[in-house]
């Protein structure tokens, strides 16, 4: 039962997370806003007991990921330009 729940509350915060990514126009908010959704796949593949796979899904996902879309932002402009 813990196990259900927390499935769907990490699945919760994926789809949440995914939404957050699509609509900010603020391209820093949105990088940190993908790096969280890499850590929640992480979070679920280690709940799945996939141990090396959640790992490298966190190192490599959220954390240089993340770090690479902040560097190049920072030579960009930071707000996106235009509507949806």
């Known amino acids: 039962m813990i196990e259900l729940l927390a499935h769907g509350l990490v699945l919760f915060g ?5 939404i957050m990514v699509f ?5 820093l908010a949105a990088a940190l806003a993908s790096g969280l959704f890499s850590f ?3 979070l ?3 709940i799945l007991q996939a141990p ?3 790992i490298s899904q966190a190192g490599i996902g959220a954390g240089l990921t993340t770090a690479i879309f902040i560097i ?3 030579g960009t402009k930071r707000f996106e330009e235009g509507h949806r």
Do not use: C, P, T, W
């Open 14 to 18: 994926l789809i949440v997370s995914a």
């Open 23 to 27: 609509y900010m126009q603020d391209l």
């Open 40 to 42: 929640l796949i992480s």
């Open 44 to 46: 679920e593949f280690y």
């Open 52 to 54: 090396d796979v959640a």
């Open 72 to 74: 190049a932002i920072r």
